[in-house]
């Protein structure tokens, strides 16, 4: 097991990784999640401020809590800051990388919004619109590669990708709720089957 990494954060180093943020911001098309493997590029690949583990515990347990998906942006924050010096240094890091993701694809969506609205009719508007849509796909794709392969898997485990693969075809051509496919997802892991 991976023990915490215990960094000494200059200011040069927050304002790094505000900076980083405020850029992915504008990438965060599919919503933050999106951006999640620029996220692992700079954290733990180059800046080695976080571990693998850390990184994808950071989002697993995000992705599990009630409430919004940029949830887990402030848990990566809050744990290159406490990786940073404790306590304090994570609260500095949760609002750093909150500020950061939220400025710049909050104040872009609502002028664009408006905007959006009043000239909904033109063809460039429309063009647009669906242009945007293969563009979130490829990000949702390259972070479930990202999150998948970090976890070390392999062809040994397809019984694993074939439930993944049914599953995304299941919600892509029925109606069926999710939470049913979640819970069948669960019930197949508690029997051991997955």
């Not at 700079?42 to 401020?49: A, C, G, I, N, T």
């Not at 109606?175 to 997802?185: E, N, V």
Request: no cysteine; hydrophobic share 55%.
């Amino acid at each position: 097991m991976n023990e915490p990494l215990q960094l000494v954060f200059v200011l040069r180093d927050w304002f790094d990784l505000f900076m980083h943020y405020l850029s992915l911001s504008l990438l965060s098309v599919g919503g933050a999640i999106s951006t999640a493997p620029d996220m692992h590029r700079f954290l733990v690949d180059k800046q080695h401020w976080l571990t693998d583990a850390q990184f994808n515990a950071s989002i697993a347990i995000a992705q599990a809590a009630p409430g919004p998906n940029v949830l887990f942006v402030a848990l990566l924050g809050w744990n290159v800051g406490l990786n940073a010096g404790g306590m304090l240094s994570g609260l500095l890091g949760v609002f750093l990388a909150l500020l950061g993701i939220l400025i710049p694809s909050t104040v872009l969506t609502y002028s664009a919004a408006q905007w959006g609205h009043r000239n909904r009719e033109l063809r460039a508007v429309r063009a647009f619109k669906q242009g945007m849509a293969p563009i979130v796909v490829a990000l949702m794709l390259a972070t479930s590669w990202i999150l998948a392969s970090s976890n070390g898997g392999t062809l040994k485990d397809w019984p694993v990708w074939l439930l993944t693969a049914a599953t995304a075809v299941i919600v892509w051509r029925s109606k069926i709720h999710l939470l049913w496919l979640l819970g069948a997802g669960a019930l197949l892991g508690w029997f051991g089957l997955i």
